[in-house]
Structure formats: structure tokens, C-alpha cells
């Protein structure tokens, strides 16, 4: 369960970089962690290039991106060349990490109810605590609230 003021869950996954990345590699940096449904849909590929435009921007905060969803790392791989994203993609494809991030669940899209991924997102501190939890994300306008978050994070 994902809470505000905690420490983030740990995670050690197979990455797009071909190393595996856990959040234990990341101290003292902002982490951005966005869960995504899949690789190569429109919805998914708007998110993944407007983070990758915003880039610069993130990393002038001290803040690095990840991307994760069920896909597999070849999936990822293509994915990440085709749009020359400048971030890493992990693979859960267990759903473990999904799960601890509250980030799978029960979706309904026009009035089916299924199983899934939930667009969500995850900003975390340096410390490793959660600094703000994004539910439920519409792409339009979220890197800038991402952003916005990260800003008002590092002013306090």
C-alpha cells in the first residue's frame, strides 16, 4: 500500500538498460515512477515521450524516471528505441512491484470490469519516502503536475 510519509516499497527488476535496477540504487535521488498498461499504445507512448521531452528538466532536480508495466524487456527494448526514450523501462511481469505500488487493479473501460494496470504514478524522495502519490493518471497535463510536485518537494 502506497502512503504519503512512508518509505517507498523496495524493487529490484530486469531494466530496458540490460541491468537490473532497484530503488536501493537510486538513494538520494527523486525518483519518478510511473506505471503504464503497455508498451506501444497511444495512451502509454504520449506518457512515455511527454516524460522523455521533460527530461532535461528532471534531471536539473536531481530526478531520475522510470517507467514500468508487465511487458517484457525485448517488448520495452523495441519501445524505447522507436522513441529514443532516454529513461529506463522495468519489467514486472509477476506484478509484484505493480501490486506493492497499488498500481493493479480492477479497471472499467466502457462498462467491462477486468483486471489490470492502473496509470498511476510515484514521486519519492531521496530519503526513500514517498513524497506524493499520482492514482489514476490522465496523460494530458500530468508530466507538468509531476514536475510541479517535484518543485514543491524540493522548496520544502
Same mark, same amino acid.
Given at each position: ?9 523496495? *524493487?529490484? @527488476?530486469? =531494466?530496458?538498460?540490460?541491468? /537490473? ?5 537510486? %538513494? ?5 515512477? #510511473? ?51 532516454? *529513461?529506463? @523501462?522495468? =519489467?514486472?511481469?509477476?506484478? /509484484? ?5 497499488? %498500481? ?5 473501460? #466502457? ?46
Amino acid at each position: 500500500m502506497i502512503k504519503e510519509g512512508r518509505k517507498a516499497p523496495a *524493487f529490484n @527488476l530486469p =531494466s530496458s538498460t540490460g541491468d /537490473k535496477l532497484s530503488l536501493q540504487d537510486l %538513494a538520494g535521488k527523486y525518483v519518478i515512477v #510511473y506505471f503504464y498498461p503497455r508498451d506501444n499504445t497511444p495512451g502509454c507512448t504520449t506518457e512515455a515521450n511527454d516524460f522523455n521531452k521533460a527530461l532535461r528538466k528532471i534531471k536539473a532536480r536531481d530526478a531520475v524516471v522510470i517507467g514500468v508495466s508487465k511487458d517484457s524487456i525485448e517488448s520495452h527494448c523495441k519501445f524505447a528505441d522507436k522513441y529514443k526514450l532516454k *529513461f529506463p @523501462l522495468l =519489467s514486472d511481469p509477476d506484478g /509484484k512491484m505493480l501490486e506493492k505500488y497499488d %498500481a493493479w487493479g480492477e479497471k472499467n473501460m #466502457y462498462g467491462k470490469k477486468s483486471m489490470g494496470i492502473i496509470r498511476s504514478t510515484v514521486l519519492i524522495g531521496p530519503d526513500g519516502k514517498v513524497i506524493k502519490h499520482f492514482p489514476k493518471v490522465k496523460v494530458k497535463g500530468h508530466v507538468e503536475a509531476v514536475i510541479e510536485a517535484l518543485n514543491d518537494a524540493r522548496c520544502d
